[in-house]
């Protein structure tokens, strides 16, 4: 009898599964969204800051599926303490009209070794983070932090267009360069960071420095766009520091490598399959 | 010198053992972990469990292991995981192994030891030992319906009774497991064959061993998890077979605050409640049989498990968890308290009679309490778990970890602190202490430890 009851719960299981899935895997191709993903269509009412944001992410990430080594370096009181190797394969795809844009990212962590074997998913607000010791992949914030001053949301998000309202408040000459400053308030309130002074190369739409303010406006953090080279086609900043607050001693160094166009199924970016990921 | 001689013949066996497979792989992953605990536990003396320290008095112990972890990939679609663990445990505790009766014992236990093949794009087979665990929150899962038991050797550091985060040292089942991933969601199909007989089908519990809980009984396993929902990705779970079940755990982030809910409908491999029926032989004078001292919850019957906790990390690097647990098989109000009057009347009978069948009879509850602890099974209905952890997700040189476990039937629980503290990529070094709350006719106080301290050290290789 319970031999009868097992294979009914298959023919269940499996029924329950065609009643999820009611739509196509190539339909899930063409969208590259999750169910709700239409919120994040979106527009800025300032059409120029508009402009500007979108062509400053445009520079840190390409609008197509990319994957890049990343090397962390913590430093306090300007020693180097700790590091941390990462390999980001990521989907930030802006909205068109034709079709919603996509936010979808996974981390593997190459070293130390002793995190070897650990991953982290982003898919639009969501983090999950998985250790082979935990045996299945548990959520987390994005406030968390990774090492030194890195949130999660740092490592696995590079694109202000989606996460802020812009606003182009001023323009600014430092060291006889001409920059856009641009101040940025977030959209939702998963977003890592309430407020952001975001300055912008006029010439060029290069990001030079970036600085995150707590909804209290308390300056949490400074980040500045560095080493600026060839990757992707396009010159890409090839550094990103992000010093402390008020602590400029205290900092952490992002060294972006290795970066190489790469699409992955969409079907990797959901927790279960980090226990695959190689 | 034993205990290396041991390791390093460990290690000769593995590495010639697993020589085929890393023959023919293509990338290799490969880790050694080894570890001396050194533990000063303080037996419990007033524990209606451990009178008069009669089955343990114990103020030192020593725990070495060897963990190995391997990882190969032979193809692009073929693969291998492997996770061995090896250690030595020296304690007093009578008839503590589940595995021997010696005091001093060494257990190698495979982990996991499975091939992975990519059929199709999104399709996965998995065969052999493995452990499938499942759920969301952090410290007991509803939905983990297969609930593989961790070894005793290192649960005091986490949590006395309950499952942790990290807790390397699950066992796996035997299985079958095909996955399907879609961009909604992967659908898992696992079956776990019977080998070893079931707890049901022994009568008496001292029969009752945990490693018969490991493929034990035929189940179907069906999961379903979602992922195209936005927030609200549950995961579904069913259990068929020999047990049946149902479950459904999910999580959302309210901005720095993680809800996890977990909830299951399940029948319960076994929970044994003393008979009020032989109390009242004992109380009489009469003797009834080891399978009579304890009557066992239908096991046809479903019973309601749920976990609610909330998760909150701070961008300072605090980590705070508090979750409700609930387990409607639990024991009542009124089974505990005839839990404590059984308890009450064998000591007061031993110590009043040279005869030996009290003893007998309380070693019976002894053992109950036993594998209770091993087994990750609370006894009770209503729980309350806090965590505390100061540190990184990821990587920390040093951090601060507190876990306290309470119980709602009489606020007795057990708390327990560790530092952590990583001296460069190989080497960390831990020292923790844990104690009961509770006095001697309480859930927790009447556990034959009272308190442990410890120290450890591990070097990853």
Redesign the interface.
């Known amino acids: 009898m ?2 009868y ?2 294979l ?3 023919i ?2 499996v029924a ?2 065609f009643m ?2 009611h ?1 196509s ?1 190539a339909e ?2 063409q969208t590259n969204v ?3 993903a239409n919120q994040y269509v979106i527009d800025q009412p300032d059409k120029e800051a508009q402009g500007i944001i979108v062509r400053a992410d445009r520079v840190r990430s390409p609008n197509k599926p990319i994957t890049y080594k990343l090397r962390l370096i913590e430093y306090r009181e300007g020693a180097k ?2 590091e ?1 190797l990462l390999q980001v394969t990521m989907r930030f795809i802006k909205p068109s009209e034709n079709a919603p844009g996509d936010a979808k990212s996974f981390v593997s ?1 190459l070293e ?7 991953k982290m998913l982003s ?5 999950w ?1 998985y ?6 992949p ?4 994005r ?5 030194g001053q890195v ?1 999660n949301g740092d490592v696995v998000a590079a694109d202000f267009h989606y996460s802020y309202e812009s606003n182009l408040i001023s323009e600014e000459t430092i060291s006889n360069k001409a920059y856009y400053k641009l101040r940025l308030s977030r959209r939702w ?2 977003v890592t960071y309430p407020k952001i002074l975001y300055w912008v190369e006029k010439e060029t739409y290069h990001p030079f420095k970036a600085e995150f303010f707590s909804s209290s406006d308390r300056l ?1 953090k400074r980040a500045y766009y560095k080493d600026y080279r060839m990757a992707l086609g396009s010159l890409r900043p090839g550094e990103i520091v992000i010093e402390e607050g008020l602590q400029k001693n205290n900092y952490t160094r992002m060294l972006y490598f290795d970066a190489q166009f790469k699409d992955v ?9 980090l226990i ?1 990921i ?1 | 010198m034993i205990v290396v001689k041991n390791i390093i013949l460990v290690l000769i066996f593995v590495w010639v053992a697993t020589g085929p497979f890393r023959a023919f792989a293509v ?1 290799i ?1 490969t ?1 050694i972990e080894m570890g001396i605990e050194w533990h000063s536990p303080t037996a419990n003396s007033n524990s209606l469990l451990n009178p008069n320290k009669t089955y343990y008095d114990q103020n030192y112990r020593y725990h070495t292991y060897l963990l190995f ?1 391997n ?1 190969n ?1 032979y193809t692009e679609n073929l ?1 291998s995981i492997l996770n061995i663990l090896f250690e030595r445990v020296d304690d007093d505790r009578i008839n503590l192994n589940p595995y021997k009766n010696d005091s001093d014992y060494y257990n190698f236990i495979v982990n996991d030891a499975a091939l ?1 093949y990519k059929m199709f ?2 399709v ?1 087979i998995d065969l052999g030992k493995m ?6 929150a ?1 410290f007991k899962n509803p939905t983990d319906f297969l609930f593989n038991p961790s070894h005793v050797s290192r649960k005091g550091r986490i949590s006395y009774n309950g499952s942790s ?4 040292y ?1 066992e796996g089942s035997f299985l079958a497991k095909l ?11 696992i079956y776990v064959p019977k080998f070893a007989s079931s707890p049901e089908d022994n009568k008496d519990i001292t029969a009752q061993r945990i490693w018969e809980r490991i493929n034990s009984q ?1 189940l ?1 396993l ?1 999961k ?8 609200f ?1 549950a995961n ?1 779970i ?1 259990m ?3 047990r ?1 079940g149902i479950g459904a755990a999910t ?1 959302t ?1 309210l ?4 809800l ?1 809910i977990e909830a299951s409908l399940k029948n319960i491999p076994s929970l044994f409640a003393p008979s009020s029926d032989a109390l009242n032989r004992i109380r009489s004078f009469q003797f009834p049989s080891a399978g009579e001292v304890f009557t066992r919850r239908d096991t046809d019957s479903f019973y309601f498990e749920g976990t609610i906790g909330l ?1 909150f ?3 300072s ?1 605090y ?1 705070l968890i508090l979750e409700y647990y609930y387990n409607q098989a639990g024991l009542s109000r009124s089974e505990w308290d005839l839990y404590f009057d059984f308890l009450k009347l064998l000591n007061s009978y031993s110590q009043l009679t040279n005869t030996s069948v009290y003893k007998d009879y309380l070693g019976l509850f002894t053992e109950k309490n036993r594998i209770q602890s091993y087994s990750n099974l609370l006894p009770g209905q209503h729980y309350m778990f806090l965590h505390f952890q100061k540190d ?4 920390s ?1 040093l951090s601060v970890s507190v876990n306290y476990l309470f119980s709602f039937f009489d606020y007795s629980g057990f708390i327990n602190a560790q530092i952590d503290y990583l001296f460069n ?2 080497w960390k070094f831990y020292a923790g202490a844990g104690t009961t709350i509770g006095d001697s006719n309480t859930e927790f106080g009447i556990n034959m430890i009272r308190s442990d301290l410890y120290i450890g050290v591990n070097y ?1 290789w």
Not at chain 2, 179 to 189: H, I, K
Not at chain 2, 224 to 231: K, L, P, Q, R, V
Not at chain 2, 392 to 395: E, G, H
């Open positions: 319970k031999r009851c097992l009914d719960g298959i269940l299981g329950l599964f999820f899935d739509h895997y899930d191709v999750p169910g709700d303490v700790k941390q962590f130390p070794e002793n995190l070897l074997g650990d898919v639009f607000d969501q983090l983070y250790t082979p010791k935990a045996r299945r548990i959520r987390i914030s406030q968390q932090r990774l090492i949130s309130p998963f949490l199924p969409d079907s990797y970016y959901q927790p279960s399959y695959r190689k | 990338e992953e880790h972890k990882r990939f693969s992975s794009e999104h996965y452990d499938v665990k499942t759920g969301m952090f985060l990290t807790d390397p699950r996955e399907y991933f879609t961009s909604q969601g992967a659908m898992s199909l035929n179907g069906v379903w998890n979602s992922a195209g929902s936005g927030d990705n579904i069913m068929l077979g020999d049946r999580s982030d901005d720095k605050i993680i996890n998760d990390r701070s961008s690097k980590n990184d997700l990821a990587i040189d990529k190989k990853l």
